[in-house]
C-alpha cells in the first residue's frame, strides 16, 4: 500500500509552502466540467443534425449516465481514497477527463460537415465518452474535498464547504471560458477545440494534483499541533479512537449495523433527493403557474416566464453556493469537531456551543416549511422566491455538513467510502422524488382537444401539490431523525 503521508520538515516555511500548493491543488480541481457538458451537447446535436427524438434521447442518458457517473462508484472511489490518497484520485480523475473529453473532441471532428442523418454509433459512442467524463469528475471531487478535510480535519466545515462552493461555481467559469476563447461572432461554440482545450486543461491540473495533495503532517517545532511522531497525526488510516486499528470488513459491518448511520442516510434521502428534483423541475413548476393572478394576465406570457426562470435559478445557485461558503466556516466556531488528545481522551479544541446535527436540523426545518408554503400559498410566479431560497439553502447546508458528521461519528480512516455510501441516499432519493412529481403532473396535463391553450402542458398548482403534500410529510419525519441524531449523537459532534 502507498501511503500519502509525507513526512514533516522541520521549517515550518516548507510546510507552508507545501499547504499553499495543495491548497491550490484543491482549488484547481474543483473547477470541472461536468455540469458544462449538458449545454455542451446541446450546441453539439445541431451540427451533427440529429433528430428531436435522438437529442430528447441523449438528454435522457445524460441525466442517467451522469448519474451512475457520481453515486454507485462513490463507495469505491471512497475506497481507493481512504486506502492511497487523494493524490491517487487526482491521477486517476486526470486520465479519466483526458481520455473521455479527447474521445469526445475526435468524435466531433471526425463526423462530416455534410451528415444528412443521424449516426447510431456517434450517439453511442458519445454516451459512453460522457459516462467516463462523468466517472472523472467523481475522482476528481473526491480528491478536492477530501484533500482539504483531512489537512484541516479542526476546520473540516470550512475546508469541504470552500471545496464543495468551488465545485459548484466551475460551470460559470468554464462559461465565461467558452464564451469568451471558444464562440463565433454569432454565439456558436467550437464544441472540438473546447474539449480538446478541456482535456488538456483538466488533465494538467489534476496530474499536478497527484504530486501536491498528499496528508501533511505538522512542523516539529510547531507546539501548537500534534508532532508527525503522534498517532494522532490524521491521515488515510488513522481513526478518531486511539490505538484500535479496525479490520476494513469489521468497520464496514459495523456501520452498516448501527441504526444511528441509517437513520441519517434517510434524512439525506429526503433533503438531497428531494432539493435535487427541484432544482431539476425548477422551470416546469414556473411554468405551470401565472405571472400574476389575474383574469388579464395568463399562462401565455412565454418571454416573462423565462426571465422568471432564469431570475429563480440564479436565485437557487446563489443561495445554494452561499450556504456552503458560510455554514462550513460557522460550524467550525460554534460546532468544533471533536479531537483525540495523548492519552486517549476525546475533547475539544474550543469551546463546543452546539451540536452539527443542528445545522442538518435547520436544513429539514427550511424544507417543511418550504414545501408547506407550495401547498398553501403559491398561487402565482412570485410566490416561488420562497421555494427557490429554501431549496438553495438546505441543500448547500446539508452537502456541507455531511463530511464532518461522517468523520466525527465513524473516524477519519474510512470517511471516503463512508461518504460514498451516504451517498447512495440521494442516489435513491432523486428518482424517487423525480418520478413522484412527473407522474403527479402528468396525471394533470389537460386534454389538448378540450383546452388549446395548454399545448399538452400541465397548468396550476394542481400540477405539482401532491408532490409538494408528500414532500413535506417526508420532510417532516427527517426533521424528526435529525432531532433524533441531535440526542444520541450528544457531545460527540
Excluded at 442523418?117 to 459512442?125: I, Q
Excluded at 396535463?445 to 401539490?465: E, F
Amino acid at each position: 500500500m502507498s501511503t500519502a503521508v509525507r513526512q514533516g520538515s522541520t521549517r515550518p516555511y516548507l510546510r507552508r509552502i507545501r499547504l499553499a500548493l495543495l491548497c491550490f491543488s484543491v482549488g484547481a480541481n474543483a473547477f470541472v466540467p461536468l455540469h458544462r457538458l449538458k449545454r455542451i451537447v446541446t450546441d453539439l446535436l445541431r451540427p451533427l443534425e440529429y433528430v428531436p427524438e435522438a437529442f430528447s434521447a441523449f438528454q435522457s442518458y445524460h441525466q442517467h449516465w451522469g448519474m451512475m457517473g457520481q453515486y454507485p462508484f462513490a463507495a469505491i472511489v471512497g475506497k481507493i481514497l481512504d486506502y492511497y490518497g487523494a493524490w491517487a484520485c487526482s491521477l486517476i480523475s486526470a486520465c479519466l477527463f483526458m481520455t473521455g473529453f479527447g474521445l469526445f473532441a475526435n468524435e466531433i471532428s471526425n463526423t462530416p460537415d455534410t451528415i444528412t442523418e443521424p449516426s447510431t454509433s456517434t450517439f453511442h459512442n458519445l454516451v459512453i465518452y460522457f459516462f467516463i467524463s462523468a466517472l472523472g469528475t467523481v475522482f476528481s471531487y473526491f480528491s478536492s474535498v477530501f484533500a482539504a478535510s483531512k489537512n484541516f480535519p479542526n476546520y473540516i466545515g470550512m475546508a469541504a464547504g470552500t471545496g464543495i462552493a468551488l465545485f459548484g461555481l466551475s460551470p460559470t467559469f468554464l462559461s465565461l471560458l467558452a464564451s469568451r476563447y471558444f464562440s463565433s461572432p454569432d454565439g456558436e461554440i467550437d464544441v472540438a477545440n473546447f474539449l480538446r482545450f478541456l482535456a488538456i486543461l483538466c488533465g494538467c491540473v489534476h496530474f499536478i494534483g497527484g504530486f501536491t495533495m498528499h496528508i501533511i503532517p505538522p512542523a516539529s517545532n510547531d507546539e501548537s499541533e500534534p508532532t508527525p511522531s503522534d498517532p494522532e497525526v490524521p491521515n488515510e488510516r488513522t481513526t478518531l479512537l486511539p490505538n484500535k486499528i479496525q479490520d476494513p470488513k469489521t468497520a464496514y459491518s459495523l456501520l452498516l449495523s448501527d441504526r444511528n448511520f441509517w437513520v441519517l442516510a434517510f434524512t439525506m434521502f429526503v433533503v438531497l433527493g428531494s432539493c435535487e428534483m427541484i432544482i431539476s423541475n425548477i422551470g416546469t413548476i414556473i411554468l405551470s403557474l401565472p405571472d400574476r393572478s389575474s383574469i388579464i394576465h395568463t399562462f401565455s406570457a412565454n418571454h416573462s416566464t423565462a426571465i422568471m426562470t432564469a431570475t429563480q435559478v440564479r436565485a437557487l445557485s446563489v443561495a445554494n453556493t452561499l450556504s456552503r461558503l458560510l455554514i462550513g466556516p460557522l460550524a467550525d466556531i460554534v460546532s468544533p469537531v471533536p479531537s483525540c488528545t495523548i492519552d486517549g481522551n476525546r475533547g475539544f479544541l474550543r469551546q463546543h456551543r452546539i451540536s452539527r446535527i443542528a445545522f442538518l436540523t435547520f436544513s429539514t426545518a427550511v424544507l417543511v416549511c418550504t414545501y408547506s408554503w407550495m401547498v398553501v400559498g403559491v398561487k402565482e410566479q412570485a410566490g416561488i422566491w420562497a421555494l427557490s431560497i429554501g431549496t438553495g439553502l438546505a441543500y448547500g447546508c446539508a452537502f456541507t455538513i455531511l463530511p464532518s458528521l461522517v468523520s466525527s461519528i465513524w473516524g477519519l480512516s474510512n470517511l471516503g467510502r463512508n461518504y460514498g455510501i451516504i451517498t447512495y441516499a440521494p442516489f435513491l432519493g432523486t428518482p424517487a422524488f423525480s418520478y413522484l412529481y412527473a407522474f403527479v403532473s402528468a396525471a394533470h396535463v389537460p386534454d389538448t382537444d378540450a383546452d388549446t391553450h395548454s399545448n399538452g402542458v400541465c397548468l396550476g398548482p394542481t400540477c405539482w401539490s401532491l408532490t409538494f403534500q408528500v414532500s413535506a410529510f417526508c420532510a417532516a419525519l427527517a426533521f424528526g431523525s435529525s432531532v433524533y441524531l441531535w440526542r444520541a449523537w450528544k457531545g460527540r459532534v
